[in-house]
């Protein structure tokens, strides 16, 4: 097993997952606070959709996922209902589910459509090279660092989604728009080395297994950060250790801590 572990392709997926969980976490608090869940889905859904496309018209799979993921999340900071019969992440929810039809009938021309398929979902966290996770690192690392300097400005604008509901910003807000594009960006990537579920597993656990952690709402970002860790390396090792692929592991691990931290609360309010 330790001998295991010193593989160059598992310290690579242990790095990968480790980087790809914390910013994602991160960017995943502002996510559940803002009630918009089903965004990273349906950008990770269209990212895969780029990459689809690509390969039927043979272009490079990154630059067109990147195109077709920031012109998305471009479009989607934009969307406004108005509507009290509706609400927004039914929209957002259609959006995923024509971009996953679509990705599936491109994917279906593929010479390999069922592999395919399976890496669209859950990525290959095992055969990521070194010169993409340090493309990621460094993508990441200015993305974590826009996020710290304009953090009042994101948590300003989370802060509105939390009072105001789904039409808090109006028609058009900037720093709405630049919060979506840098997570649009960050799941271009991730999804790249992990797949869509994992990718969606990463935004969503974490701060929902901080938030039930903390009751008063104290460190919730810190929390949340220490779960994805926990689960990147756990998942990664529990994959390793029983032939498992890396994703689904990953994804598991996070269900599992999700379970303990609904435990946890569920006893702190008893006692309380």
């Known amino acids: 097993m330790i001998d295991s572990l010193g593989l160059s392709f598992v310290q690579n997926a242990l790095q990968i997952a480790v980087i790809t969980g914390l910013l994602l976490a991160y960017i ?16 990770g859904q269209i990212s895969m959709l780029g990459v689809a496309a690509a390969a039927y018209v043979e272009a490079d799979p990154t630059m067109i996922g ?23 992440e039914a ?6 589910a024509v971009a996953a039809a679509l990705t599936v009938l491109l994917i279906s021309k593929a010479p390999h459509g069922e592999a395919d398929f399976s890496e669209v979902m859950f990525g290959s966290f095992f055969t990521v090279s070194d010169e993409r996770i340090l493309i990621t690192a460094l993508v990441f690392l200015g993305i974590g660092v826009l996020h710290l ?26 720093w709405n728009a630049v919060f979506y594009l840098s997570l649009g960006l960050a799941i271009v990537l991730a999804v790249r080395v992990g797949g869509v579920i994992p990718v969606f597993a990463y935004i969503v656990v974490p701060p929902v297994a901080a938030i039930l952690l903390s009751p008063r709402g104290r460190h919730v970002i810190v929390k949340a950060l220490a779960v994805s860790v926990l689960a990147s390396l756990s998942g990664i090792v529990f994959a390793v250790q029983f032939d498992f692929p890396a994703g689904p592991s990953v994804v598991s691990v996070l269900g599992a801590l999700l379970l303990c931290g609904s435990l946890v609360r569920y006893f702190l309010l008893k006692r309380g």
């Open 28 to 43: 995943g608090v502002h996510v559940v606070r803002r009630g918009i869940v089903f965004v990273d889905l349906a950008l």
């Open 66 to 88: 990147i195109l077709f993921t920031v012109l998305g999340a471009f479009l989607l900071s934009f969307l406004n209902v108005k509507d009290s019969r509706l609400k927004q």
């Open 91 to 96: 929209l957002i929810g259609i959006v995923y």
């Open 149 to 174: 300097f304009f953090r009042k400005q994101f948590f300003a604008v989370t802060k509105k989604f939390e009072e105001g509901g789904e039409t808090a910003t109006g028609l058009f807000d900037p």
